[in-house]
């Protein structure tokens, strides 16, 4: 009978640790949302010369980005079954901009837009002048402060703009910490999404661009495999998509500095500073205008 007892103990103190195992290790996992600010989440314009000053100043945000953010936010919590111990969230939000903290307060913009809390990290004069040097080295101080083995149990996500440098950051990051990343890039460029004759997208490889919230509705290519939908297509909910739709027809989807970008591509193509005279030089320049707009109508027709 004393025998029979210790072989039931031994069984149930054995299931008691598998279980404690299980649950410590669905509970360490989580996600870590990094996202820019200036032209990902806010409309800057920082290809615009003289506007971007106006367009950081104007704090306006893409309207579709905090319910996008509310809405991943959700989803990746409800996979995630058991809480973090300590109070620690199950899904973070880190947003890191190059802007500097002493003309934008970041914390108050996120508020006031409805985005997701988290922790902003902006520069300060301290900072380093390299762009790329310091978002890499704030997103790298955050990877370091876990363990490697948190960091294979975490999913990250990466959103940012074509603008400056964030391709390159965030895929240099997944190489150098080899952590499970999708990575989503907003071509405010226009040339990841529109070819002009004779040329190539400019796309790197395994990372998502979306010229406008609408592409991130279907499935797309990039990091995950053929025919698998990105993590925004399977969290955006019915109301995110229906604001995408509505915007779209009121033409208010696309910000008009993607379009002037667009043409001002078209006019270097086309050499309009470099014609003869005046009057050729404004004739090619309201061509490229006018094609500009027809080849963007096409693209958000598709």
Do not use: W
């Amino acid at each position: 009978m004393a025998s029979h007892f210790s072989l039931f103990s031994k069984k149930v103190l054995f299931t008691a640790l598998l279980a404690s195992i299980t649950y410590q290790s669905q509970a360490d996992a989580k996600a870590i949302v990094v996202s820019d600010i200036d032209d990902t989440i806010k409309m800057t314009n920082n290809l615009g010369s003289l506007n971007e000053i106006k367009g950081f100043i104007a704090n306006k945000p893409f309207k579709v980005m905090a319910p996008l953010y509310r809405d991943l936010e959700t989803f990746l919590g409800n996979q995630i079954e058991h809480q973090l111990p300590d109070g620690e969230k199950d899904v973070e939000f880190l947003y890191i901009s190059a802007g500097y903290r002493a003309i934008f307060n970041g914390d108050k913009f996120l508020e006031k837009n409805g985005f997701p809390k988290g922790h902003v990290e902006l520069r300060t004069l301290k900072s380093s002048t390299d762009t790329f040097t310091y978002k890499y080295l704030t997103l790298a101080k955050k990877l370091d402060q876990m363990s490697e083995e948190e960091r294979l149990k975490t999913q990250f996500i990466f959103i940012g703009d074509n603008a400056s440098h964030d391709p390159d950051i965030y895929a240099q990051i997944r190489r150098d910490y080899k952590i499970n990343a999708e990575i989503f890039i907003r071509d405010v460029q226009t040339n990841a999404s529109i070819a002009l004759e004779g040329e190539e997208l400019k796309r790197a490889k395994n990372i998502n661009y979306f010229l406008t919230e609408k592409e991130l509705m279907a499935k797309t290519q990039g990091n995950i495999e053929a025919g698998e939908e990105t993590i925004f297509a399977k969290a955006m909910g019915q109301s995110t998509q229906l604001l995408i739709s509505n915007l779209l027809k009121e033409k208010e989807l696309l910000p008009e500095y993607v379009t002037k970008t667009l043409g001002k591509r078209i006019m270097t193509k086309n050499k309009c500073i470099q014609q003869s005279d005046l009057a050729k030089v404004i004739k090619c320049r309201k061509a490229a205008k006018k094609t500009a707009e027809a080849l963007m109508a096409q693209y958000l027709a598709q």
